[in-house]
């Protein structure tokens, strides 16, 4: 009998069209597009590039608009040197001495740890204009540290970030948590070139997110079938059940991908051929308020709110 697809890598494949990732794929380009127009433009005047932000709340889906960017527009290459596009995703506590080798190591350097900082950071100019590169993207920015009077290596290591894009002419996308925001906010020239793109919560009762929700929850549970994970399309509309998994994810979509992809795996071990609402509210329990998501699960108050209405119902008819 052949295997059942892996879950966590089939989740990761699945695209499902929304109205910020779009937003943000077409921030991202006017970066691209005005940067070409600069390399091409032969006036004495050194072009300043602009930067996009998209800080949210872990698991909100900044890394799947970047990776669809990457797939969308650069057919899947991470090669420098090809795409003229570096996608780097910080680790660590980005010093300036950690932060150069990364930069170094995305624009393909092939020793991005020799030399001091200052012959880094030559290297990395270097890079930049050779290619020349159109874009640099980073993720996981709240790696950064805070920029403060007190901290002349944060200073420094923000001081190198906002020089691609004010000095080099090379435009930025930062990706990050809200903490991020706080540390590349701590730099006002870097906020006064930012284009930012908002991943603020969906709304049940706005019209306008509503359909967003309706359609990706829709589309959710039928990619669970077209992806081969169960056999059954699983209905995340029906009844309150659509109610409640905005409620737990608090609107974001990525986070609602996050709680099924807890649910496949909790349905796929009892043998089910969908996922379905219990699924849903053990989910919950297990991943969704352990992880700070919300306090109180909306699928277990929605089931006993109905238990007990049953149960009134059956006293009055008896």
Known sequence: MKPLPDISNEFRQMRIPLPKVDEAHRAINRLVDSRLAALNDNRPTRAEAGCVTIFAPSHAGKTTIMSWYVEKFLGGNYNVKETKVAVITLNGESSQSAFLPQVLKGLGDPLPFLGKPPQMLDRLHGLIAKHPIHLIMFDESNNLRMRNANDKDATRTHNTLRGFA?????????????????????????????????????????????????????????????????????????????????????????????????????????GANCVDVRHLEAATDLYAIPHGFVTLNPFTRDREARERAKTKRARRSA
């Open 166 to 270: 004010k000095h080099n002419g090379c435009p930025i996308v930062v990706l990050g948590t809200n903490e991020a925001k706080a540390r590349i906010g701590s730099d006002g020239q870097i906020c006064s070139i930012d284009f930012p793109v908002l991943l603020t919560p969906l709304q049940l009762n706005n019209p306008k997110d509503a359909a967003v929700l309706v359609r990706y929850c829709s589309e959710l549970g039928i990619k669970l079938k077209e992806h081969g994970l169960f056999e059954r399309r699983s209905n995340f509309v029906v009844g309150n059940t659509l109610a409640c998994l905005v409620e737990t994810a608090g609107g974001l979509p990525g986070r609602i991908s996050r709680v099924v992809e807890r649910a496949a795996y909790l349905a796929r071990d009892e």
